[in-house]
């Protein structure tokens, strides 16, 4: 089991930064992946970033450039730097550990006003 609690969303104007954190209830140097999806009103989920045990990334095309992942082996936690926000970056965020099964954290809201 892993339980996985993200935070640090909120309102931002276009053009502004803001750092999501996901919290792991187990040691993420022991899972394979770890990823930020996010799921905008009426779209599919969607992969923005992902980061593997070995400390490699993936990016969507859509955030290459803006968004970057990183992640804390000591403190469990993986974040998503989001800079040069658009409004259509505005959706729910959601962390993903792959591990074996995949879990999911409950979310956290994204919204970018132009």
Same mark, same amino acid.
């Given at each position: ?8 969303? +909120?309102?931002?104007? $276009? +053009? +502004?930064? @803001?750092?999501?954190? *996901? &919290? ?15 799921? &905008? ?5 969607? @992969?923005? $970033? ?9 990016? &969507? ?23 040069? @926000?658009?409004?259509?970056?505005? $959706?729910?965020?959601? *962390? ?12 956290? @809201? ?5």
């Amino acid at each position: 089991q892993v339980q996985l609690v993200e935070s640090g969303g +909120g309102r931002v104007q $276009a +053009g +502004g930064s @803001l750092r999501l954190s *996901c &919290a792991s209830s187990r040691d993420i140097f022991s899972i394979d992946v770890m990823g930020w999806y996010r799921q &905008a009103p009426g779209n599919q989920r969607e @992969l923005v $970033a992902s980061i593997t045990s070995g400390g490699s990334t993936n990016y &969507a095309d859509s955030v290459k450039g803006r968004f970057t992942i990183s992640k804390d082996n000591a403190k469990n936690t993986v974040y998503l730097q989001m800079n040069s @926000l658009k409004p259509t970056d505005t $959706a729910v965020y959601y *962390c993903n550990a792959n591990a074996i099964y995949n879990y999911w954290g409950k979310g956290t @809201l994204v919204t970018v006003s132009s």
